[in-house]
């Protein structure tokens, strides 16, 4: 049943922010379905998920879409963190429209812990006061990773030692809202890692430019941080809506009452990267999913995520992950910082 459309401005804007954060609920039943099924590893989806128990498995084309996410967005983050370390520094985190995800968590479990200087999570208000009371609940287990914590604005942000959960709408002016948000957390000084995982394509073009701009100016040479942190960017989220079943993928959208305002500008696999060249980045690169799963997973992974389940619908798999990619970009302080950063990216997998 499609939802009704309000005659009044305010009402629609509210339903609109209401169908854009109901995909981060689909993305995160999408993960626990992943989980269930043996595609994925994550012990922490099910403490945000409601009655998640009780939830439907999704169809072996989902399973397998976010699989192919997963791998390639941890391996790029795991990178991140191997080269940081390889120049003696810890590193910060910024999931931008972080919704349900649990990369924090499973990165704290792992062996990556140590390199972990602060993890910053910003989404809506309503999102992270829902995600804060999750945490702050004792039966998830998610507080015990997280060590001593403390809410704030009301229990909608929350704080401990090297994690920070932050209210706020992107689309508003970075310059109006991060110094205020992030405080003295965020520091200048060490390689930081921007995730933007199906958020930039529901923002104006403008907006998001603004919102990279923000970052990119925060970790340039100033007076106070002459050798800023390299920074860099991660971004997935759908391209190329323009042809039949990007159409198709449109209207299913605006059926849910959500549109796809930054998408235009990137018809084209060869367009994604101008989203951070255009800002200074040293070097940009974008790979379909499709691509990724192809050429960049190990047949042996492969062949066990295919021994899960039959999937019939290959072809119509192959069209859905040719409409989505993964973007990574880095921006080095000065030419002299550009190695070993310049190294960072996924690599493509001898095949059988």
């Not at 790029?76 to 990369?103: F, N």
């Not at 998610?142 to 401990?160: F, K, R, V, Y």
């Not at 960017?233 to 809506?241: A, H, I, Q, R, S």
Request: hydrophobic share 40%; proline share 7%; glycine share 6%.
């Amino acid at each position: 049943m499609h939802p009704l459309v309000s005659t009044n401005r305010s009402e629609r804007v509210h339903d609109v922010d209401a169908a854009i954060r109901q995909t981060d609920s689909d993305a995160a039943l999408a993960r626990l379905s992943a989980v269930r099924k043996g595609y994925l590893n994550d012990r922490f989806i099910s403490s945000l998920v409601s009655r998640a128990q009780l939830q439907p498995l999704r169809p072996p084309l989902i399973n397998t879409g976010t699989y192919v996410r997963s791998e390639a967005i941890d391996r790029l983050v795991e990178q991140w963190l191997e080269l940081s370390k390889t120049e003696g520094q810890l590193c910060q985190i910024v999931s931008l429209g972080a919704g349900s995800d649990t990369r924090f968590w499973r990165l704290m479990d792992g062996p990556w812990k140590d390199q972990i200087g602060a993890y910053f999570e910003l989404d809506f208000p309503d999102v992270t006061l829902k995600k804060a009371m999750a945490i702050r609940n004792p039966r998830s287990g998610l507080s015990t990773t997280l060590g001593h914590s403390e809410l704030d604005l009301g229990g909608q942000a929350l704080h401990s030692s090297r994690y920070h959960l932050l209210p706020c709408d992107l689309r508003n002016p970075p310059a109006d809202i991060f110094p205020g948000l992030f405080k003295e957390y965020l520091s200048p000084a060490l390689p930081t890692l921007l995730l933007f995982e199906c958020v930039l394509v529901y923002m104006s073009p403008e907006a998001s430019s603004t919102l990279i701009q923000w970052f990119v100016d925060f970790f340039s040479p100033s007076t106070r941080t002459p050798s800023p942190g390299t920074l860099g960017c991660t971004v997935y989220e759908m391209f190329g809506l323009e042809d039949a079943f990007g159409q198709v993928m449109m209207n299913n959208l605006r059926a849910r009452n959500v549109s796809l305002p930054g998408a235009k500008p990137y018809p084209s696999l060869e367009s994604l990267p101008a989203r951070f060249l255009r800002h200074g980045f040293t070097s940009a690169k974008a790979l379909t999913l499709r691509n990724i799963r192809s050429n960049y997973i190990e047949p042996s992974e492969l062949e066990r995520i295919s021994s899960l389940e039959m999937l019939d619908e290959v072809e119509e798999l192959n069209l859905v992950l040719e409409h989505y990619a993964i973007t990574w970009g880095m921006k080095a302080s000065s030419t002299a910082t550009v190695s070993p950063w310049i190294e960072w990216g996924l690599r493509p997998v001898k095949q059988a």
